[in-house]
């Protein structure tokens, strides 16, 4: 099956700096990635959705120059926090998804990145 | 805006006993359906999904789900639970028209006691 990998699975950063996490679907090309958070106990809510080569579309409430996202390839998609704070720690998962028929409405999902910010 | 509704938080069954996990949504249009596992420590698995034809769905680890338009719902299933099934579970909507994006649920925390 598809495989989304997800580097560093933990970082710990101090206040004011600088964070990127990779996502890279491994076996298969990923036109669209999307960038989720999952605080303790509850749901993903999604931040972005990426699609390659153009730029990201955040949901309401998510701070487009806060969390970067760069969608180069069709295999790397990267979310880099920046100036991160304490309230920034959260996982962060991506997942991703083709325009290939048989997988065009399934997403496959990354393992998650745990980001401690102190 | 859509919406998942997962109404049971935390489910606590021994083992053998039968599952049911309530799932509704809010959104009128044609939606992909999906139930995700999320084990202690693991990351998001894809238990089942529905994307049309028949409403019982049946997935992996002897789940099923079934999905009742007129009551906007897609219930997990399963009729004997196993002490590995203990995990967070997760409902999600996709809306078949614009962005690809799922909508979860708040998720259902299932701790099966052997």
């Known amino acids: 099956g598809a495989v989304v990998s997800q580097h560093p699975s933990r970082v710990i950063c101090k206040s004011g700096t600088s964070v990127k996490i990779e996502c890279r679907s491994l076996?298969?090309?990923?036109?669209?990635m999307f960038w989720y958070r999952q605080f303790p106990k509850q749901s993903l809510m999604l931040m972005a959705t990426?699609?390659?080569?153009?730029?990201?579309?955040?949901e309401q409430g998510v701070e487009k120059d806060k969390f970067l996202i760069n969608h180069a390839s069709l295999t790397l998609s990267t979310l880099t926090v920046t100036s991160a704070h304490p309230e920034d720690s959260s996982f962060y998962i991506c997942?991703?998804?083709?325009?290939?028929?048989?997988?065009?409405?399934?997403?496959?999902f990354g393992p998650g990145t745990r980001l401690t910010v102190t | 805006a859509q919406s998942v509704s997962q109404h049971n938080h935390h489910v606590i069954l021994s083992e053998a006993a039968s599952l049911e996990l309530g799932c509704n949504y809010s959104?009128?249009?044609?939606?992909?359906l999906f139930w995700y596992v999320q084990y202690p420590g693991q990351h998001l698995q894809l238990l089942l999904k529905?994307?049309?034809?028949?409403?019982l769905v049946k997935g992996i680890k002897g789940f099923e789900a079934e999905f009742i338009k007129s009551k906007f719902s897609f219930n997990l299933r399963k009729p004997s639970v196993q002490w590995s099934d203990t995990a967070e579970y997760f409902c999600?909507?996709?809306?078949?028209?614009?962005?690809?994006?799922?909508?979860f649920g708040s998720g259902t925390r299932l701790q099966v006691q052997p």
């Open positions: 997942s991703a998804t083709t325009s290939g028929t048989v997988l065009m409405a399934e997403q496959y």
């Open positions: 076996d298969f090309q990923a036109t669209t």
């Open positions: 990426s699609n390659e080569g153009s730029k990201a579309t955040y």
């Open positions: 959104y009128g249009g044609t939606v992909n």
């Open positions: 529905y994307f049309s034809g028949d409403p």
């Open positions: 999600a909507v996709r809306l078949l028209t614009g962005r690809r994006a799922l909508t």
